[in-house]
């Protein structure tokens, strides 16, 4: 498994995740239909978002609200075939993130692919990534209920910071936040 830039090559993959029930990448698009919706009229304004790095234009939730977005780092997770994503993002100003951004680095591995060890490589992967952007620590945060997704920071190295309670806006609910020390 490899971490890929999302590129024309790649794209097909991506979507036939996206229409076989992956969530895609709703936040920057606002839902599946829209991300779809763009790819078949201009499927190179989804390759040019997930490029986009800048903290230009606007991130969706799923209660319709909106927020500026935020820098950030998009990678495909690739064996062959597209088994899911992981970004990596900052706040563009510095400091801490804000409320409505669950940790420097999110993921998911699709459906019919987990339990064969992606995120956890995906994960191990993007720290290197970080690191070369400069960050002497990332957080990560998962939900309470979500074993899997505990053990992949921990086999990263992440320690539990704390328990907390999630913004609405990004699904509520108790969640813990890990840190990972990068230097």
Do not use: C
């Amino acid at each position: 498994m490899e971490l890929l830039t999302p590129s024309p090559e790649l794209l097909d993959g991506y979507l036939d995740a996206v229409r076989r029930g992956w969530p895609g990448d709703r936040v920057l698009f606002g839902s599946t239909s829209a991300l779809l919706a763009l790819a078949d009229s201009q499927p190179g304004a989804v390759l040019a978002r997930l490029a986009d790095r800048s903290p230009d234009g606007v991130r969706f939730f799923a209660d319709g609200t909106t927020a500026p977005a935020l820098p950030a780092l998009f990678r495909w997770m690739w064996d062959g075939q597209f088994v899911g994503n992981i970004d990596l993002r900052w706040p563009s100003t510095g400091g801490t993130l804000p409320d409505d951004v669950p940790g420097h680095i999110g993921y998911g591995t699709v459906e019919w692919m987990r339990g064969r060890g992606y995120a956890t490589r995906a994960l191990a992967l993007m720290l290197v990534l970080a690191r070369q952007e400069g960050m002497a620590e990332v957080e990560l945060v998962t939900d309470v209920g979500n074993l899997a997704s505990q053990r992949v920071v921990e086999r990263n190295g992440g320690v539990l910071v704390e328990e907390f309670t999630k913004p609405d806006r990004i699904g509520g609910g108790a969640a813990y936040r890990w840190r990972i020390d990068l230097r």
